[in-house]
């Protein structure tokens, strides 16, 4: 979701990816939800962030804590944040209750992505590295 609301709201200014430390695929609910905004993440796929190795990134943004304590480093990365979200594929209840918790992660995520792209170095963002961590 973070990927297609980055792309939407400044894909013009910033090259976006998304991976995960554990990709698990694309959830059907994301797609669900995003579609709901105009944004269409159905051609998204799930990608572990090794696909990435080597590659320089200004900007680093974890999403859930898991990716935070995990992430390798990328050399070049100027500034980190973590952004802790509820990882919403793990919501329980009917199917209603699992569309909620998407829906309501989806608008903090979008928040914060909106924040972001008005001031990136005022959006909570860290000079700190990561830990080097194995994959």
């Known amino acids: 979701m973070a990927e297609g609301l980055l792309r939407k709201t400044a894909g013009d200014r910033f090259d976006v990816v998304s991976a995960g430390v554990e990709p698990a695929g694309l959830n059907p609910l994301a797609v669900e939800v995003m579609a709901e905004i105009g944004i269409d993440i159905s051609h998204h796929r799930s990608k572990h962030a090794r696909e990435f190795l ?7 943004i974890t999403v859930c804590d898991q990716a935070n304590e995990k992430c390798p480093i990328f050399p070049g990365v100027v500034y980190r944040a973590h952004w802790s979200f509820e990882d919403p594929a793990k919501a329980t209840g009917t199917g209603a209750q699992k569309l909620a918790v998407f829906r309501r992660v989806r608008d903090e995520i979008r928040s914060r992505i909106e924040a972001f792209a008005k001031d990136p170095r005022g959006a909570e963002i860290s000079a700190e590295a990561a830990s080097p961590v194995p994959l």
């Open 54 to 60: 080597g590659h320089g990134f200004p900007y680093l």
